[in-house]
């Protein structure tokens, strides 16, 4: 069945599986481009189907969300979780509250998250969850009583050992709290079954920080491995929310300049660069006053330019810290056009195929999302291991093994993606996140 395996044909059977997905489609086929090929010289995989078992999820729950809003009125939500793999671990992965929420998105995530969990050296799986809830101009209590009726049936399906979900995209510190205290209310019991708790409940510190630094020092790892400095690097970022403004603050301590962030709305081109001063007011800004970054501008005298993304800045890094798909081919080209070495990808799949075709064919070093924005979960994983041992590390102490998980995935990209010019940090993040495990689920068997 799987000796004549090639990308062409195990691509139509993931399309076939799973037809109108596209966002899950391009995810597989991102992976299976490196793969295929490394599972072709090594015959176990292939007789033992480990990556058609690897694109189908363990299981895919999805449930109804009944909540009351402050009118009076009933409301009805979609929830999901998506359990991908556990061959490494419990599940693993955020939670994300949008409208944009559907099964293909969660899917790409989750399957992404393989990979990426896989990379950490962490004992953890992977898994996606979330709701097309959109907590934007909710009140407090409106968000409350949502968390509380979609952990109430996510209870069932979670626990420290089982599947360890954590925030994401619309799930912050607020709504982590409201699902935990549901999750404690209902399973009776204080355990580490999510992450991102607040400090005074088994929360971790470096967590909110962790993706956007983690980012930098996978480019700080890359430039080193060339020779190169971070320092005195001019960089462009897209985003204002979390990992964009953590990414930004890490990269000037680092030495480098950062000159762009943005928002759905534009962008703000700063030449001057984004000093800790500035930072501050952005977090300010995009937090408790929920501003738009055009504000920015007009504070400190700067270019705005709305309806626009930063990728025509001239740069020696870009870091796309936004969402999916948000730098598409033409984006690239003006990238190269401007100078740009090296692409950092902060947020999940942020790279259009084609894209991603145009830096690589330019000779630009291009770090997948898998690779280099797994600090989040990294901390994550800390954190449930400080939540097992009932003990908390310091700031120090958890920023430094931090720095030392981003140069071990750097390493295994290195290891796995040399052999040309440059290293192919694509096919080595693919081919080590899928070695391990593959490994794992050839050792237990047909499961």
């Not at 409350?144 to 399906?157: A, D, I, K």
């Given at each position: 069945?799987y000796?004549?395996?090639?990308?062409?044909?195990?691509?139509?059977?993931?399309?076939?599986?799973n037809?109108?997905?596209?966002e899950?489609?391009?995810?597989?086929h991102?992976?299976?481009?490196?793969?295929?090929?490394?599972?072709?010289?090594?015959?176990?995989?292939?007789?033992?189907?480990i990556?058609?078992?690897?694109?189908?999820?363990?299981?895919?729950?999805?449930?109804?969300?009944?909540w009351?809003?402050?009118?009076?009125?009933?409301?009805?939500?979609?929830?999901?979780?998506?359990?991908?793999?556990?061959?490494?671990?419990?599940?693993?992965?955020g939670?994300?509250?949008?409208?944009?929420?559907?099964?293909s998105?969660?899917?790409?995530?989750?399957?992404e998250?393989?990979?990426?969990?896989?990379?950490?050296?962490?004992?953890?799986?992977?898994?996606?969850?979330?709701?097309d809830f959109?907590?934007?101009?909710?009140?407090?209590r409106?968000?409350?009583?949502?968390c509380?009726s979609?952990?109430?049936?996510l209870?069932?399906?979670?626990?420290?050992?089982?599947?360890?979900?954590?925030?994401?995209i619309?799930?912050?510190a607020?709504?982590i709290?409201?699902?935990?205290?549901?999750?404690k209310?209902m399973?009776?019991?204080?355990?580490g079954?999510l992450?991102?708790?607040?400090?005074e409940?088994?929360?971790?510190?470096?967590?909110?920080?962790?993706?956007?630094y983690?980012?930098?020092?996978?480019?700080?790892?890359?430039?080193?491995?060339?020779?190169?400095q971070?320092?005195?690097?001019?960089?462009?970022?897209?985003?204002?929310?979390?990992?964009?403004?953590?990414?930004a603050?890490?990269l000037?301590?680092?030495?480098?300049?950062?000159?762009?962030?943005?928002?759905?709305?534009?962008?703000?081109?700063?030449?001057?660069?984004?000093d800790?001063e500035?930072?501050?007011?952005?977090?300010?800004?995009?937090?408790?006053?929920?501003?738009?970054?055009?504000?920015?501008?007009e504070?400190y005298?700067?270019?705005?330019?709305?309806?626009?993304?930063?990728?025509?800045v001239?740069?020696?890094?870009?870091?796309?810290?936004?969402?999916?798909?948000?730098?598409?081919?033409?984006?690239?080209?003006?990238?190269?056009?401007?100078?740009?070495?090296?692409?950092?990808?902060?947020?999940?799949?942020?790279?259009?195929?084609?894209?991603?075709?145009?830096?690589?064919?330019?000779?630009?070093?291009?770090?997948?999302?898998?690779?280099?924005?797994?600090?989040?979960?990294?901390v994550?994983?800390?954190?449930?291991?400080?939540?097992?041992?009932?003990?908390?590390?310091?700031a120090e102490?958890?920023?430094?093994?931090?720095?030392?998980?981003?140069?071990?995935i750097?390493g295994?990209?290195?290891?796995?993606g040399?052999?040309?010019?440059?290293v192919?940090?694509?096919?080595?993040?693919?081919?080590?996140?899928f070695?391990?495990?593959?490994?794992?689920?050839?050792?237990?068997?047909?499961?």
């Amino acid at each position: 069945m799987y000796r004549d395996l090639s990308l062409e044909t195990f691509m139509q059977g993931v399309i076939r599986r799973n037809p109108g997905e596209p966002e899950f489609h391009q995810a597989v086929h991102e992976v299976a481009e490196s793969v295929v090929p490394y599972i072709i010289e090594h015959p176990a995989y292939r007789e033992a189907g480990i990556l058609e078992r690897m694109t189908e999820p363990d299981r895919t729950i999805m449930f109804r969300v009944v909540w009351e809003d402050d009118a009076g009125n009933i409301r009805v939500n979609r929830g999901y979780r998506v359990q991908f793999n556990n061959a490494i671990g419990p599940y693993k992965g955020g939670l994300r509250f949008h409208p944009s929420v559907n099964l293909s998105i969660l899917k790409f995530l989750g399957f992404e998250q393989t990979f990426k969990n896989s990379l950490t050296t962490l004992p953890i799986g992977a898994g996606k969850g979330g709701s097309d809830f959109d907590p934007k101009g909710k009140s407090d209590r409106e968000v409350m009583r949502f968390c509380q009726s979609f952990m109430t049936e996510l209870v069932h399906y979670i626990g420290p050992n089982i599947d360890v979900p954590a925030g994401d995209i619309g799930v912050g510190a607020r709504e982590i709290s409201f699902l935990f205290g549901q999750y404690k209310r209902m399973a009776r019991e204080f355990t580490g079954v999510l992450t991102g708790k607040g400090l005074e409940y088994g929360g971790s510190l470096v967590r909110k920080e962790a993706t956007g630094y983690g980012a930098a020092f996978f480019l700080e790892a890359m430039l080193h491995y060339r020779g190169e400095q971070l320092e005195g690097k001019t960089c462009v970022l897209s985003g204002a929310g979390n990992v964009a403004l953590h990414c930004a603050e890490k990269l000037r301590q680092l030495g480098a300049k950062v000159v762009t962030l943005s928002d759905s709305a534009g962008f703000v081109y700063d030449v001057d660069g984004i000093d800790e001063e500035k930072l501050e007011y952005i977090k300010v800004l995009k937090g408790e006053r929920q501003g738009r970054i055009a504000d920015y501008a007009e504070r400190y005298g700067c270019e705005y330019h709305a309806g626009k993304a930063p990728w025509g800045v001239a740069c020696d890094v870009a870091f796309p810290c936004a969402t999916q798909n948000e730098l598409d081919q033409q984006d690239a080209r003006d990238l190269v056009a401007n100078g740009c070495r090296a692409v950092v990808e902060g947020a999940n799949m942020p790279t259009t195929v084609e894209g991603i075709k145009v830096l690589t064919g330019n000779g630009v070093l291009y770090a997948p999302g898998k690779a280099a924005n797994a600090g989040g979960v990294a901390v994550s994983g800390l954190e449930m291991t400080q939540n097992s041992m009932r003990l908390a590390w310091s700031a120090e102490e958890l920023e430094g093994r931090l720095k030392d998980i981003m140069q071990d995935i750097h390493g295994k990209c290195v290891e796995f993606g040399s052999g040309g010019e440059q290293v192919d940090y694509v096919k080595g993040a693919n081919v080590a996140g899928f070695r391990k495990v593959a490994d794992a689920m050839l050792a237990y068997g047909a499961v």
